[in-house]
T-cell receptor, first 111, second 112 residues
């Protein structure tokens, strides 16, 4: 299956910028999602990249390089409420819209 | 407001019991999914369905079955629950071209 790798945990300071990386196998890949999940809650959609480049949406941006099998999620002006798990997920060609998830990056925002 | 609804937030069952987890979506989505989520392992796909009465195995189907008799409803069945099936179960649906998943609130199952 598709291997998706991301760091297990990260810590950052309120007001700062943090970048969460995600790498994946490039064969059969058809798009990459980022989801946010607060403890005890369902994942919620943040971004979707299918083409190379940067997609900006408020304080959150997501970048994709298909040739390198690499994506990152950039969070600016960090707030305490951004403390959550961030899930990278890939969708495969011919996979019928089936997403494969990484194990998630637990982000802790500190004062 | 679009929604995916799971029937139970918390369940406690005994080993060997049959367990039904129900999921209903109101977005007329073709695709529905069941994942389980465990610490350190992330979300793993159990089964998914492209259409009514259609089902496909995901990455970890052993010990589970599913039913999709109506487009809006996708049920996960544990024929004989075991302690290693203690987990958070998440239902999701998707439609359209992007494949964006909409998740339910999750069902936390404990098997004693």
């Amino acid at each position: 299956g598709q291997n998706i790798d991301q760091p297990t945990e990260m810590t950052a300071t309120e007001g700062a910028i943090v970048q969460i990386n995600c790498t994946y196998q490039t064969s059969g890949f058809n798009g990459l999602f980022w989801y946010q999940q607060h403890a005890g809650e369902a994942p919620t959609f943040l971004s979707y990249n299918v083409l190379d480049g940067l997609e900006e949406k408020g304080r959150f941006s997501s970048f994709l390089s298909r040739s390198k099998g690499y994506s990152y999620l950039l969070l600016k002006e960090l707030q305490m409420k951004d403390s959550a798990s961030y899930l990278c997920a890939g969708i495969l060609t011919g996979g019928g819209n089936k997403l494969t998830f990484g194990t998630g990056t637990q982000l802790k925002v500190e004062l | 407001d679009v929604k995916v609804t799971q029937s139970s937030r918390y369940l406690v069952k005994r080993t060997g019991e049959k367990v039904f987890l129900e999921c209903v979506q109101d977005m007329d989505h073709e695709n529905m999914f069941w994942y389980r989520q465990d610490p350190g392992l992330g979300l793993r796909l159990i089964y998914f369905s492209y259409d009514v009465k259609m089902k496909e195995k995901g990455d970890i189907p052993e010990g589970y079955s599913v039913s999709r008799e109506k487009k809006e409803r996708f049920s996960l069945i544990l024929e004989s629950a075991s302690t290693n099936q203690t987990s958070m179960y998440l239902c999701a649906s998707s439609g359209g071209n992007t494949g964006e998943l909409f998740f339910g609130e999750g069902s936390r199952l404990t098997v004693l």
